[in-house]
């Protein structure tokens, strides 16, 4: 069983600074994408940032010079460093692992999420 473990979200100002982490476990053969989403009450989820095995990376044009991803293949984990935050960063993050093959079924590949971690930033 795959599971998706985030860590780092927390209260700060605005203007300041947070990195999120998200390690993926479970008898993980290769992940293709990995990243993060957030989703305010009463909306939907939308994509915040994800990243390929192959280093490429996509961000939402709201987070574009601010936020940046990362990620450790090796150790099956992603990033987000988070800075100059805003108040309508305010959210819940969620780690989306996509394209993830296990040892035990090479032949098939599957989506997994975390369960969140908050973000709040007051001005």
């Known amino acids: 069983q795959v599971q998706l473990v985030e860590s780092g979200g927390g209260s700060v100002q605005a203007g300041g600074s947070l990195r999120l982490s998200c390690a993926a476990s479970g008898n993980i053969f290769s992940i293709n994408v990995m990243g993060w989403y957030r989703q305010a009450p009463g909306k939907q989820r939308e994509l915040v940032a994800h990243?390929?095995?192959?280093?490429?990376?996509n961000y939402a044009d709201s987070v574009k010079g601010r936020f940046t991803i990362s990620r450790d293949n090796a150790k099956n984990t992603v990033y987000l460093q988070m800075n100059s935050l805003k108040p309508e960063d305010t959210n819940v993050y969620y780690c989306a692992a996509e394209g993830v093959v296990t040892i035990t079924q090479l032949w098939k590949s599957e989506a997994y999420w975390g369960k969140g971690t908050l973000v709040t930033v007051s001005s």
């Open positions: 990243i390929t095995s192959g280093g490429s990376t």
